[in-house]
């Protein structure tokens, strides 16, 4: 069964990212009650969010009530906004924020695993009732789902799958070759150390594990690498090229657990740590080698994984997929 995401995963993976990119600066005050308020929850899972991300070292106590974001810095009262944890207005004050999140990853496998046989319409009114919920929470999932170009939607206003075969593979990959090392150069110019030292300590602490790895955990990897770094790039055009690759690094952990009893799991946490260590070292023609070799690495694997799932797998319906 997929993995669906929790109340208080989803809230630390928001405050996650804030934190590491320091949309949050380091020393702000986070408050349960503010918090819990944004995200339209009760404070239970605000808690257990901040207890992850104590245990990761993200946050930390202080004399007074909450904790402090970061591992440095005074206390600072900021009134945390939506747009701080990277949510959209209406969702953040919407009851129905954590119904969408709850049925996501189901959502997002099932698609990413159409994908790769071609471009299917959606049917909104059916997904809604495979999911037993309304038409607003079922918009909801397809619109988060089209921010990471697995979903489409046309001049008439219907949902289509987004097709992810072998060529758009192809092609995305060779752009993520041309734009990452592109946003790395200036990404590693800004990254904060203590982030950078915070990606790293996750890096080493999962690879210690291998290969008994949680799915979420090697989630957390590529995002750190391939998306909270670049972030900070001084080239906001570059990021907004890439946001349309981010569908095949969504798509090959999905295709990947597919055929995972064919092949075995993707160790790239060396690639990972030789590139950050690249950066540490602000050495940037060995990170944009490190970087490059990664990406290439990547694609041919990700066209092998391509290659194994269509040979095991056929068409199958699903409830909301029009064939």
């Known amino acids: 069964m997929a993995h669906r995401t929790l109340a208080y995963e989803a809230i630390a993976n928001a ?49 007074g009530r909450g904790v402090l974001a970061g591992r440095e810095g005074e206390p600072l009262r900021l009134k945390i906004s939506p747009d701080m944890l990277d949510l959209e207005e209406e969702a953040s004050a919407s009851p129905k924020t954590f ?18 046989f071609g471009s299917f319409r959606i049917n909104e009114l ?56 592109a946003a790395l150069k200036t990404a590693m110019q800004n ?37 909270a770094t670049l972030k900070f790039s001084a080239n906001g055009e570059i990021l907004e090229a890439l946001k349309r690759t981010r569908c095949v ?22 690639e990972h740590l030789d590139i950050m260590d690249a950066i540490a070292a602000h050495d940037y023609p060995l990170a944009r080698k490190a970087l490059t070799d990664h990406l290439e690495a990547s694609g041919n694997k990700a066209s092998e994984r391509l290659q194994a799932y269509l040979a095991i797998s056929n068409v199958t319906p699903i409830s909301y997929v029009l064939d």
């Open 99 to 116: 119904a969408w999140q709850s049925f996501y990853y189901d959502f997002e496998n099932t698609v990413i695993l159409r994908a790769v």
């Open 249 to 270: 690094l969504v798509a090959g952990k999905h295709i990947q657990r597919a055929v995972r009893g064919t092949l075995p799991i993707d160790a790239f946490m060396d």
């Open 15 to 63: 405050l996650r990212k804030a934190v590491t990119s320091k949309t949050i600066p380091e020393g702000t005050v986070l408050l349960e009650g503010p918090i819990a308020t944004l995200f339209d929850s009760s404070r239970s899972p605000v808690k257990q969010a901040l207890a992850t991300l104590e245990t990761e070292g993200l946050v930390r106590r202080f004399d």
């Open 191 to 227: 990254i904060p150390a203590t982030t950078l030292a915070a990606m790293r300590q996750r890096l080493t602490t999962v690879s210690g594990k291998f290969p008994d790895i949680a799915s979420a955990e090697l989630d957390a990897l590529e995002e750190d690498l391939h998306v």
């Open 126 to 181: 059916a997904l809604a009732r495979h999911y037993k919920v309304g038409r607003t929470v079922a918009g909801d999932i397809l619109n988060h789902a089209a921010k990471n170009g697995i979903v489409v939607r046309d001049d008439k206003s219907r949902w289509w799958i987004n097709p992810l075969d072998e060529d758009r593979f192809r092609d995305l990959y060779e752009v993520r070759l041309l734009l990452e090392p």
